[in-house]
């Protein structure tokens, strides 16, 4: 769902780099404060693995495809929504300036979207899900959630623009984003988590654990 | 070290995914470019493309387009993605480091 330039006009893209550069500034404070020797080799782990497999588009049906965005795996691994806002920023600004990947003026649209959105949606969606649901099926499901709620929003940015009609582009930015949601995000965030908690479950961050019963 | 293994691990399995990708995604239009096809271009993606051209507000010309770099096909592609996805390793490490001395001081 990265939005290319020409999709919004520059007065509304202006108002989204705003709200995106107040959420950078909140994430470099969460790496300031947060970030200690393991979550950084973790950020650039997972980060360097989200680029990656953004390039990696699964086909859908209707001659469709997608790919994951990858907002709720890092702010859960990393415990923090911020963690996801200052991984998709970097993600972002690599695949807008080097690879046209997304506009440079829609650069803020993309961040809010993917970063802010994905990372505050699957953050919390996950914490509410964790103890009921398992850790593992909360990931899933926050992965799913975190795609589909930000393809939704861009529908919305895409209706202010005048580029699609409100319910049609929700309509069909849901449709496809659920089915990618889930293999695409659901399926792959539930893998990854799961086999990082086998791999160095000390790593991952305390605030993701499950409350287990005593 | 555990630090160095973590972004070994991590580099090796995005590299391997950087590798397969251009062999294995779909190049079938993502779900945003799909609606733009249908709901701007009534169907005809080149129809979606002149409208939306039109309404660039500053044209950026990205190095390395698509995931390609100019001539090298399939090849280009692969190292296109490499580059982009040491990068960002790069990138990220480097704030690492920065924040780290930061709270050292």
């Known amino acids: 769902m990265h939005i290319g330039d020409g999709l919004i006009p520059l007065s509304q893209a202006v108002i989204y780099w705003l709200i995106a550069l107040a959420f950078i500034i909140k994430s470099l404070n969460w790496a300031g404060k947060e970030m200690d020797e393991m979550k950084v080799p973790m950020l650039a782990a997972l980060a360097a693995g989200i680029f990656a497999i953004q390039a990696m588009n699964i086909p859908i049906p209707w001659g469709t495809s997608g790919h994951m965005v990858g907002a709720a795996l890092a702010a859960i691994i990393l415990g923090s929504p911020y963690a996801a806002v200052l991984l998709l920023t970097l993600v972002l600004v690599v695949q807008g300036f080097l690879f046209g990947d997304g506009g440079v003026t829609t650069m803020g649209a993309n961040i809010v979207n993917m970063g802010v959105v994905g990372g505050f949606v699957g953050f919390y969606s996950y914490n509410a899900l964790k103890n009921s649901i398992g850790m593992v099926s909360a990931s899933f499901a926050a992965g799913w959630l975190s795609i589909f709620i930000a393809a939704l929003v861009c529908a919305v940015e895409m209706y202010f623009a005048g580029t699609f009609p409100l319910v049609a582009g929700l309509m069909f930015m849901g449709l496809y984003h659920a089915v990618i949601g889930v293999v695409g995000e659901g399926l792959i965030t539930a893998i990854a988590f799961k086999s990082i908690m086998l791999a160095r479950p000390d790593i991952v961050s305390e605030k993701s654990m499950a409350r287990v019963a005593a | ?105």
């Open chain 2, 1 to 105: 070290m555990s630090y160095n293994k973590i972004i070994i691990t991590g580099a090796v399995i995005a590299i391997i995914i950087s590798i397969l990708a251009p062999f294995l995604a779909s190049s079938n239009p993502d779900g945003l470019d799909k609606n733009l096809i249908e709901l701007v271009g009534s169907g005809n993606p080149e129809q979606a493309e002149e409208i939306i051209g039109e309404r660039v507000p500053i044209e950026y010309e990205a190095p390395m387009a698509d995931y390609s770099i100019e001539g090298m096909g399939k090849l280009g592609e692969v190292g296109a993605i490499i580059i982009g996805t040491l990068l960002v390793l790069v990138i990220s490490l480097g704030i690492g480091k920065i924040v780290e001395k930061k709270q050292g001081t």
